[in-house]
């Protein structure tokens, strides 16, 4: 699989990745595969060329760092793995839930992640979500502690707003931003995006396939398990949902063209918006995986590639991205140092 760069610090990964949520559930489902299912899927992205791997604390919570240290403990040498900080756990010194950054949290969290991970050493250490009541100066300048003491190779953070990335950049530089971020929903390419460009910080997508919707297998007549976040999220019901089909339709026109799947080409849209953008869909299905994966090797002529993106400008999409609980913990601002 081709390579890409995130960041300026040399953080080399395959140009699309694994998000491993969805092995211990996802969107309220907690279903997922097997222990031992989940684990042979990630060594059989290895064999495909997968180098990159998402996880996070809170994820199952706990059991998916577990699985993926124990997935790639064989093949450490030759991934890159990331996972995230930032909510509170007992374990790492916060009671109550909710998102936590404090420093002396953020250091129980990496040793405990290690452990997990089965590894002395994590390549990409995301702030999952930002702590409105913690500097964003502070967790970078710890994060600047473990860097320094070989535990963590390379600082990132998820939905955070512009003007926080910058302040975060100033203390400790940022190799890569984790959002939101496809044909589905673009928000960030009024503010984030740009931000990123300038200063010289990769992008990771998740969610690149829409939570499922850019795989054209979600019509007017699916129904989600009441446990499922897009039940009550706005763009899956009702009106809303039968306007955004005509993205699908569109993905399914040009798919037909160039004899791809909908899901690979909404991948190669994203692909091909900038050189330093990774996405990173999830599956809990070896086929879904090996469709992903396969939209590495899609290429798309100029006049191809312009049919796609003056579709995907024209298709207007209708609806939150998310449930109002959830949308107010992304594109957030850190509060400033005190004076």
């Given at each position: ?35 031992q299912?989940?684990?042979a ?19 199952g ?19 890159k ?83 926080t ?40 997508p ?65 692909l ?38 003056a ?29």
């Amino acid at each position: 699989m081709k390579q890409r760069t995130l960041g300026n610090n040399g953080l080399t990964v395959s140009e699309i990745g694994l998000g491993c949520m969805s092995l211990t559930g996802a969107y309220g489902n907690t279903g997922g595969p097997s222990r031992q299912d989940a684990i042979a899927m990630i060594r059989h992205a290895v064999d495909l060329g997968v180098t990159f791997f998402d996880t996070a604390e809170v994820y199952g919570p706990f059991t998916n760092e577990e699985i993926v240290g124990e997935a790639l403990e064989p093949v450490r040498d030759q991934v890159k793995i990331a996972t995230k900080f930032g909510f509170a756990f007992p374990e790492n010194g916060v009671e109550g839930g909710g998102v936590s950054s404090r420093p002396d949290s953020i250091r129980r969290a990496v040793d405990n992640s290690l452990r997990r991970l089965r590894t002395d050493y994590i390549d990409l250490y995301y702030q999952h979500r930002v702590d409105t009541t913690v500097p964003i100066e502070d967790v970078a300048g710890t994060v600047t502690e473990f860097i320094h003491a070989g535990k963590v190779l390379n600082f990132g953070m998820s939905e955070a707003a512009a003007g926080t990335i910058r302040r975060a950049h100033a203390v400790q530089p940022v190799t890569a931003v984790q959002s939101e971020y496809s044909m589905w929903w673009r928000e960030r390419e009024n503010d984030v995006i740009p931000a990123l460009a300038e200063l010289g910080i990769g992008m990771v997508p998740y969610s690149p396939l829409g939570k499922g919707f850019l795989t054209g297998t979600i019509d007017t007549t699916t129904t989600f398990a009441s446990t499922d976040m897009r039940a009550r999220t706005p763009r899956f019901q009702g009106e809303a949902l039968k306007a955004n089909l005509g993205l699908v339709e569109v993905l399914n026109r040009v798919a037909a063209e160039v004899g791809a799947t909908p899901a690979q080409l909404a991948l190669v849209w994203l692909l091909n918006q900038q050189p330093w953008i990774v996405p990173i869909p999830g599956t809990k299905r070896t086929e879904r995986l090996e469709e992903n994966i396969g939209a590495s090797g899609i290429e798309l002529t100029d006049t191809q590639l312009s049919d796609l993106r003056a579709a995907a400008d024209q298709v207007q999409i209708v609806g939150a991205r998310y449930p109002e609980e959830n949308d107010r913990m992304t594109n957030l601002e850190a509060p400033l140092p005190p004076q």
